[in-house]
């Protein structure tokens, strides 16, 4: 079964570093999302994209924030200054279509620890 | 805004007991609810959904029906197994999933 790919699954990095997730959704897929989870807090929705633009977006997803489809596969979210609240499992997903009812397929997610 | 609210665990169950996890939504149209699973190790994985009133999802056992006049979608499962056990999350969708903030059940031999 098709399935989203993400790396790393782990990463620590220390505050005001720059940090790259990428992410390879699945192959046939047009919208692209990243979510993240603070330890034992909710999933929040950060940004979502298509067309190779940003379609929305949350109040987390700040000027720190930004994502790229560098080629026709993979899916980045970059941190430009890692804070210590940025800690968190970053999810990339991804759905063939954009309406309401539509699935949306989860990678296994990074998780991002900022010392 | 839009908002999902599940019941807080952990949920401990022994294997073959009945399961309920309870989750409402606040929300102004009329949105997809969805039923997420994580198991240990793994990413988040669709389980079930219903797009409008009245539908039932299932999958693997697993059942929840839209209920619009209490603007709920219950998870039940008659019978779980230690397999079961996970984080289980509710979502809604309009254009974009939120969540509730999980449940983690635990099954015991």
């Known amino acids: 079964e098709p399935e989203v790919t993400q790396t790393p699954s782990h990463q620590v990095t220390q505050m005001g570093q720059e940090v790259i997730l990428r992410c390879v959704p699945i192959s046939n897929h047009l919208y692209f999302y990243w979510y993240r989870q603070i330890l034992g807090q909710k999933v929040e929705f950060l940004v979502s994209?298509?067309?190779?633009?940003?379609?929305?977006k949350s109040e987390i997803f700040d000027d720190q924030f930004s994502v790229e489809r560098p080629d026709g596969s993979n899916f980045t979210l970059k941190i430009r200054s890692t804070k210590l609240e940025d800690s968190a499992m970053y999810f990339c997903?991804?759905?063939?279509?954009?309406?309401?009812?539509?699935?949306?397929?989860f990678g296994e997610g990074s998780w991002l620890t900022v010392v | 805004g839009d908002s999902v609210t599940q019941m807080e665990g952990p949920v401990t169950l022994s294997e073959e007991a009945f399961l309920t996890i309870n989750c409402t939504y606040t929300a102004t149209g009329y949105p997809s609810l969805f039923w997420y699973v994580q198991y240990p190790g793994e990413g988040l994985q669709l389980l079930l959904k219903a797009t409008k009133a009245d539908d039932k999802g299932s999958n693997k056992g697993f059942e929840a029906t839209y209920r619009k006049e209490t603007t709920s979608f219950h998870l039940e499962k008659g019978s779980v197994q230690v397999s079961d056990s996970a984080v289980y999350f509710c979502?809604?969708?309009?254009?974009?999933?939120?969540f509730g903030t999980g449940t983690l059940l635990a099954v015991q031999p």
């Open positions: 994209f298509y067309n190779n633009e940003i379609s929305e």
């Open positions: 997903a991804s759905s063939g279509q954009g309406y309401a009812g539509n699935t949306i397929y």
């Open positions: 979502a809604l969708s309009d254009d974009k999933l939120i």
